[in-house]
């Protein structure tokens, strides 16, 4: 021990040098989040818009519900340890796709397509990569629409480069994900093999069943388009016309 210098000094030292660099790293993580959080705003406001202005367009809503979520501390751990990474900051940041998730449950499969094409095509967003589990199913039968997408977001004194990633699915896609999704955290039985294979048959009949209600639909636009026509015949040549 150095001469002149108490014992408990250097326990009290050590401790506060190490709470500070704890203290310091909280901060970035907390601010990192903040950024992952505005990065969702952002993205779901665009989801947001598109589904008002297709609503006025269609008279429906293509959007049913947007979830969003930012991962939480232990699951991007657990992650980029699987990863065989470090837990930093940079990390974090450079390793994950998924830190800032947003979940879009749509109506219809075309409109899956719709409103992924209208985002992708926006001059501020940039699609990193794209997996369709819709036309290319998971062996468990699990369908959804992938994207990663990466988002300039403005803070007061730099744009940064944000990365979001998107699910898009029907809500019968979404009922079966949630439901698969417990099977997870479920340790092994000998239900099991049953359990997995009933459900795979239910996401065959559900993906049956969004294509017949999508079909459903669009002859019942095709009724509506007949009617309209026909309205607007009647105004045309026998209303009152103004001059
Ligand atoms: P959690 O617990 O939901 O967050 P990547 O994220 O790119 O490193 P991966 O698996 O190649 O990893 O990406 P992918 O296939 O696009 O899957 C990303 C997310 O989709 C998963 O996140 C799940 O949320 C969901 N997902 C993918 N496959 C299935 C599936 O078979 N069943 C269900 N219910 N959800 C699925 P996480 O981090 O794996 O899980």
């Known amino acids: 021990m150095q001469e002149g210098v108490n ?5 009290l030292k050590e401790f506060f040098e190490e709470n500070n660099s704890a203290f310091d790293k909280m901060k970035e993580f907390g601010e990192l989040m903040m950024r992952y959080n505005s990065a969702i705003r952002e993205v779901r406001t665009k989801f947001e818009v598109l589904n008002d202005e297709l609503s ?11 979830q969003s979520r930012v991962k939480k501390p232990m699951s991007i751990a657990k992650k980029l340890h699987k990863l065989g990474k470090e837990v930093t900051i940079d990390n974090i940041a450079n390793e994950l796709n998924d830190v800032a998730g947003i979940r879009v449950i749509c109506s219809f499969i075309d409109d899956i397509y719709r409103v992924a094409d209208m985002l992708a095509k926006q001059d501020d967003i940039k699609v990193v990569t794209v997996k369709d589990y819709i036309k290319k199913p998971k062996p468990n039968g699990y369908r959804s629409y992938h994207m990663i997408v990466e988002i300039p977001v403005f803070f007061s004194d730099s744009k940064q480069i944000m990365r979001v990633e998107i699910q898009i699915r029907t809500v019968a896609m979404d009922f079966w994900a949630s439901l698969e999704h417990q099977m997870k955290y479920k340790k092994e039985s000998a239900d099991r093999p049953e359990i997995v294979a009933e459900l795979k048959s239910c996401a065959e009949v559900i993906a049956a069943t969004d294509a017949r209600m999508q079909g459903i639909r669009k002859r019942i636009e095709s009724l509506n388009e007949g009617e309209e026509k026909s309205n607007s015949f009647l105004k045309e040549n026998f209303a009152d016309k103004a001059i």
């Open 7 to 11: 014992e408990n000094e250097i326990i």
């Open 56 to 66: 006025l367009k269609t008279s429906r809503n293509p959007i049913e519900s947007i």
